[in-house]
């Protein structure tokens, strides 16, 4: 076996109980005065509205106003360090995962396979319904350079994309910047709707603006949530204390509150417009979820949430805890895309799990120390396929704290969110994360048309049509990177005329050269659809001979 069985350098482990538990003060300090919105100068607001800026809604904004046909995201937050080898089995490497966890590994028999090489645990048997029906996708090995092992640092590190936001003066989150991009005005004029729903996610910063006002709605529970849906309102302004002068000072702050809830009547209104149509299972995060989709199932219009799991520091009694964390996730996640399947929603929902960094190789007495790489799950129909992807964990191959080296840096997977399934054009992803990152090309899902006429010079295939003089049209376009390029000739019925262009291609300029197989489609109105980096660009042209 390789180094992981030598001392290993500690680091914000159990050992360090002292600078362990600071950290964890820290993050809940931070985390109980964001879901007051009392961070940031956002005044007395839940998600750092002021009520200034709740006073007067505007129309909804173009992402928002379609409803529920909009494609919608869910960050499934699993809060604590998720131990990702006891939830993606390496079977391809048992005997070296064994070794290193005599006391906490799962065993042969209690893993149900997903290939030949990674399984699950069966406590997790709930999720073979999507794994079956092409719905989920394992991401192996993901990670950013350098890991922070302290929960309230790397928590920001994820929710950025950031990795400079201890001392960065932009502490925005990476879903603000897609908020504000997509809506300028956001906190000028609010929508009628929220655009993000958090559920005990306060200390997230994944919706914040640069000057740390949430964007997002919080609810630092579900029975707070739940509340709001079932009656519209929060507070309860009648029953209030004896004494006259604080009386009236708890009546004005819940009425202040009351009134940043504004959203309230809306989304009691898609609350009660729906019912679950399967059963949940009574934990903290089905009960998450079963809101959402009856959130979704009625109408909302919100496109993006965030749910909550806690408890995944397991440091001690991980064979108490993990095992049950693992069965909570698979059966509430099961059980909301069946529900959503029933209304016939399930194929507008991706959903994808995050951790602030996975757990070490190692074991310690009971448990695992804070670790770095770690797998993510993602789920939906949309994903055309169960597959596990990324690089195999390298247990010969470790940092310098004897960690799994990532292989997928995390930015990479928001990177392609947000071009293939929140369907931004490439310079604007690149943008909102600071940098360009890879496109994972193999996730199964991506994005509609989009017209010739919308500020083709933004996107990542620049592309245009010309008289060639030999005859017929010349395509040109340039590919930011090499992929697989498919263009297509239409007619203006949708008859397919030819198809132009299909195979591999490198990255720059390339003319590509039509000539009109049948004349009678002079003089007449065609459509050209250029399939190219998982996004569909198109356009109208005639050709006159």
């Known amino acids: 076996m390789s180094d992981i069985n030598k001392n290993q350098k500690r680091q914000l482990s159990l050992d360090n109980t002292k600078e362990h538990n600071e950290d964890h003060n820290i993050w809940s300090r931070r985390s109980f005065l964001h879901t007051l919105g009392l961070v940031g100068g956002g005044g007395v607001a839940l998600g750092g509205f002021s009520v200034g800026a709740m006073a007067s809604p505007s129309l909804l904004p173009s992402f928002l106003v ?23 089995v390496p079977l391809f490497n048992y005997s070296a995962y064994a070794e290193a966890r005599e006391t906490i590994k799962i065993a042969e028999n209690d893993i149900t396979p997903l290939n030949d090489k990674f399984g699950l645990p069966k406590t997790m048997d709930s999720l073979q ?12 090995s993901v990670g950013y350079d350098n890991q922070n092992l302290s929960h309230f640092t790397s928590s920001d590190i994820w929710n950025s994309a950031n990795q ?21 005005d956001y906190l000028e004029n609010l929508p009628e709707v929220p655009g993000a729903i958090k559920i005990s996610s306060g200390g997230s910063i994944a919706y914040h603006n640069q000057e740390q006002i949430d964007l997002a709605v919080n609810f630092n529970s579900p029975d707070r949530l739940l509340q709001v849906a079932e009656t519209g309102k929060v507070y309860d302004v009648d029953n209030l204390p ?50 959402v989709a009856r959130l979704i199932k009625g109408g909302l219009g919100t496109r993006l949430y965030m749910v909550t799991l806690s408890g995944f520091d397991t440091h001690e009694n991980q064979n108490d805890t993990h095992p049950i964390l693992m069965n909570t996730i698979a059966t509430a996640v099961s059980s909301f895309y069946e529900d959503l399947k029933a209304s016939e929603l399930d194929r507008n929902v991706l959903s994808l799990t995050f951790s602030e960094f996975g757990r070490r190789i190692q074991e310690n007495t009971d448990g695992t120390d804070h670790g770095a790489a770690a797998p993510m799950l993602m789920f939906g129909p949309e994903l055309n396929g169960s597959d596990v992807l990324g690089e195999d964990p390298d247990f010969d191959d470790l940092d310098e704290n004897l960690n799994l080296k990532h292989k997928t840096d995390f930015r990479e997977i928001y990177a392609s969110i947000l071009e293939y399934w929140l369907c931004l054009n490439p310079m604007d992803v690149d943008a909102i994360l600071g940098n360009s990152y890879n496109r994972l090309d193999n996730l199964g899902f991506a994005c509609d048309s989009i017209s010739s006429t919308s500020a083709p010079v933004k996107q990542e295939v620049n592309h245009s049509v010309r ?14 990177r090499p992929g697989n390029i498919n263009l297509t000739v239409y007619t203006i019925m949708g008859q397919k005329v030819e198809t132009v262009f299909h195979g591999y291609q490198t990255s720059g300029t390339h003319n590509t ?19 190219a980096d998982g996004r569909v660009y198109s356009g109208k042209f005639v050709m006159a001979n």
């Open 129 to 140: 319904g999507l794994w079956n029906n092409d719905s989920m996708k394992v991401i192996n």
């Open 66 to 88: 379609e409803g529920p046909e909009d494609r919608i995201l869910v960050m499934i937050r699993l809060k604590g360090g998720n131990d990702g080898l006891n939830m993606v």
């Open 164 to 184: 400079s936001i201890d001392s960065s003066i932009d502490k925005s989150g990476w879903l603000g910047r897609y908020m504000l991009l997509q809506d300028p």
């Open 242 to 291: 004896d004494d006259c002068y604080y009386g009236d000072q708890v009546r004005y702050l819940r009425s202040i509150l009351n009134v940043t809830y504004n959203y309230a009547p809306k989304i009691s209104e898609a609350y009660l417009k729906q019912e679950n149509s399967v059963g949940y299972n009574n934990n903290e995060l089905s009960r998450q979820l079963a809101i």
């Open 513 to 531: 050269k039509f000539i009109l197989p049948y004349s009678a489609y002079n003089a007449l109105p065609l459509v050209y659809k250029l399939e």
């Open 467 to 480: 008289p060639n003089p030999a005859g017929g049209v010349v395509f040109n376009y340039t590919l930011g």
